[in-house]
Nanobody, 123 residues
Framework: QVQLVESGGGLVQAGGSLRLSCAAS????????MGWYRQAPGKERELVAA???????YYADSVKGRFTVSRDNAKNTLYLQMISLKPEDTAMYYC?????????????????WGQGTQVTVSS
């Protein structure tokens, strides 16, 4: 089993920055692709950014140029650097992981999930 624990969420003003972290533990050898999803009230869960173990990345159009996903394999940690935050970025952010290298946007493709960390951007 794999455990994912997110941290770094909070309240920030529009234009501000936050860095989310996701620490992985357990059977981490089974992890290949890791990603960040978000879900706002009344909306579907969407893939924000993802990165494979080989370094391939994916970004949703809405965050390109503002968010950067990275991972430190030595620390078993995934990061999401967010700048120029907007009120529409407000959501619960979830870390997710899957054993395969391919990046999928479908959340059902991910086997492991964290409990989420709230990001609130005030206008």
């Amino acid at each position: 089993q794999v455990q994912l624990v997110e941290s770094g969420g909070g309240l920030v003003q529009a234009g501000g920055s936050l860095r989310l972290s996701c620490a992985a533990s357990g059977s981490i050898f089974s992890i290949n692709t890791m990603g960040w999803y978000r879900q706002a009230p009344g909306k579907e869960r969407e893939l924000v950014a993802a990165i494979s173990s080989g370094g391939s990345t994916y970004y949703a159009d809405s965050v390109k140029g503002r968010f950067t996903v990275s991972r430190d394999n030595a620390k078993n940690t995934l990061y999401l650097q967010m700048i120029s935050l907007k009120p529409e970025d407000t959501a619960m952010y979830y870390c997710a992981a899957r054993p395969e290298a391919l990046i999928y946007s479908d959340y059902e493709r991910y086997d492991y999930w964290g409990q989420g960390t709230q990001v609130t951007v005030s206008s």
